[in-house]
């Protein structure tokens, strides 16, 4: 109990019904359970999704603490976090005052079926940041419920042996924060595409089923042509996930040695610029495995009937959440591919007819990231691609801007109307 | 040339608009093309699938010849199949005239990209058996276009140095006719279920994603505890794909030690008696492992409810193929669940908001099995699974008589009402 938590603190705070974004004045958060931590916020991220309940699709009645994306470090902790408390997973006993953490979108116990087998975001206790029950990052201080599961201790992870992690400790705090959602979510997506059965001929040269057996499964099969594991994928959508997407996917096909194209489709310009500026850094270190190319959607779809043949793509990354992006990505894929679907989607029905599905023998993945599970791999990328997510503000990085939190119903307003991207607010600017 | 191929022949025919079966005296089929092979038919399967020309839903304004599941002898082969033609896949060489042969429901040409990778069923050829252009097998007699892609060549087999695959010899044709369609079809619908990378925890044991990457992988993952990998899953629908379906899925639940308890969803009493039957004959063999009930709709959902503690299945195979059945494959689900929708779907919308499918994190694989690249795992457990698969008519058999194809028109009716399940014709009886 380091700091004077006794008085009150800035927040960004969402007033219903919509569109009304002040900085208020709250006081500061106490441990409330055994669980929690208190976190002193160094920076805090503006989603995609903080607009959710900016533009009052949640069907929130409350005043609320914005935001799920944030960086600090531990002031406080409660009982459980003692040295001698027993019975609870390593995470509880190793959480220390005073170190650096982030914690992904959602609360996670770490202690459930569901957080022990890595789908963490589905935690039996889960709760997401910004929701009137669990109050946001976006502020001075924050209660983080669970902690022991939720938190990413990143003083930890850089005391490790490994010379990689202990590069940790010279990466900027803005280039940190994206490990809470964008990047993590982004590399879900690319890993959920290159890991589907329907994927493994192609990366592993075997027909279905022995790609899905292995190797050493009896074989009277086939042989794949070189031709045939040359692999065309599109995304859609080039928001900050689709642009964490589109970097993760390059660098999966790289690793793997696979031969290439992606395009990456996105209607608005000034967000296709970005993606190129970024693709161009890319290219200078992954050089002759494949090709990319950013498009608008028609000539996204007319790029991928002529690199084709007209039968489509192998997989597509769907990063909008929307029937209209759900439907291009049906139209470009190719029998038997398979549409991983990481956009946010609401209340409209599914556009799609059971036969265009059966005729395709399409496959579907949805569903939100699980971060925490997803931070080891999300990590290995951000340091290795410090040349893209360790700059600030060019046009070939990702975040646009970090503002004071004072600005930040300007920064909505603007990142609503797509005016900037990425944002980061400091609290103490 | 073996046989006078200038006469007639008997041919199960639909005549539209529905519900019109005949047997006509039509032409015996000739070579049209290098690639043909005429088939003199031993049997011929009514299917499930034969239905929806039956009842008219399928749009087809001509007389034609049913049927897509048929065994029999090849007595002529076109030009590609004489020794020396080259630059063919092997398949075309060894198919000789006296071969015993099964075709999967369509066509497939061996030489394209997706007969290569294994996706036989999207072959760019692909027809389907018993549509106007593709007369069907219910007949003597049928011309298989792309014979050396399609055919699965069981003399060829039988002479392989295998011990098992030397039994097919002693194997009824009744059996073997299952491997046309409902035994792969079930078999993939199965593989499909436990392929899955959001099933990949519970069978390796590893979180994700590292089950997903193996266990080579850097780990600073939680570790799963036995209750963990224990598996629930549902089978929705009992026609005899549903049935194959079930007991692939036991066998495969078995070979990989899994604990698992799996219920088999049907609302016709029949059906849940045949399939409690064939339980009982697979607990003979499979002991320790797992536990299986055939309930109806509410009290397999109460089930599995009971099971769980509520949170549903890993995993659903869906072989009805309409909404309902999808509405409740997402109601018994649970969170990052994999729902393998085998059944053939129409003309109705997926009855899913997006939201719901982002909420579960569900995935879906849609579509036809591709037979042909299934066959070799389908023929090994009809060979291990004589008890089941090898006898006719019993209460714990899928096949429940063969008939003269001069009783076609009374099978479709008895089939298409639910009088009668699997009913397989004798062309020569």
């Given at each position: 109990m380091s700091a004077d938590l006794n008085g009150t603190q800035k927040a960004v705070r969402s007033h219903p019904p919509a569109f009304d974004i002040r900085v208020d004045r709250v006081p500061i958060p106490k441990?409330?359970?055994?669980?929690d931590a208190i976190v002193k916020i160094r920076l805090a991220g503006l989603c995609g999704s903080d607009l959710h309940v900016f533009r009052g699709h949640e069907d929130v009645h409350e005043v609320l603490t914005c935001g799920h994306e944030f960086l600090g470090e531990v002031i406080a902790l409660g009982e459980s976090f003692k040295p001698g408390s027993d019975r609870r997973p390593p995470l509880y006993s190793s959480l220390k005052v005073g170190d650096t953490v982030i914690a992904p979108f959602t609360v996670s116990c770490g202690e459930c079926h569901f957080c022990r087998i890595g789908f963490t975001c589905r935690c039996e206790r889960n709760m997401l940041f910004g929701t009137p029950a669990t109050p946001g990052g976006q502020a001075q201080y924050v209660r983080v419920p669970f902690a022991g599961g939720t938190l990413y201790n990143l003083s930890s992870i850089a005391k490790a042996a490994s010379t990689m992690r202990g590069n940790i400790n010279s990466i900027a705090d803005t280039s940190l924060l994206l490990l809470c959602d964008n990047l993590p979510t982004g590399v879900f997506a690319a890993f959920q595409a290159l890991s589907h059965p329907k994927f493994l001929p192609m990366s592993t040269g075997l027909p279905y089923p022995l790609s899905s057996l292995g190797a050493s499964a009896e074989s009277e099969a086939l042989t794949l042509l070189p031709e045939d594991r040359a692999l065309t994928i599109a995304v859609v959508g080039l928001g900050p996930v689709g642009m964490c997407a589109s970097i993760a996917l390059l660098d999966m096909l790289g690793a793997r040695q696979l031969k290439y194209k992606v395009v990456a489709i996105e209607p608005v310009e000034a967000r296709r610029k970005r993606m190129e500026a970024i693709f161009s850094i890319i290219s200078k270190t992954e050089k002759g495995f494949g090709e990319y190319v950013v498009a608008d959607i028609e000539i996204g779809k007319a790029l991928v009937k002529e690199w084709t043949g007209g039968i489509g793509c192998n997989a597509v990354i769907e990063v909008v959440g929307n029937p209209s992006a759900l439907t291009l990505a049906y139209d470009v894929v190719r029998p038997f591919g398979g549409i991983h679907s990481i956009g946010v989607h609401q209340?409209?029905?599914?556009?799609?007819?059971g036969r265009q599905l059966y005729d395709k023998n399409v496959s579907f993945d949805f569903g939100r990231c699980p971060v925490r599970a997803m931070l080891p791999m999300a990590l290995d990328l951000l340091l290795r691609r410090q040349d893209i997510f360790g700059?600030?503000?060019?046009?070939?990085?990702?975040i646009e801007k970090v503002v004071s939190i004072d600005e930040a119903a300007k920064a909505y307003e603007e990142f609503n109307t797509g005016k900037c991207n990425k944002t980061i607010f400091d609290p103490w600017r």
């Open positions: 441990v409330e359970h055994p669980d209340e409209p029905m599914m556009p799609f007819q700059t600030v503000g060019g046009d070939g990085s990702l």
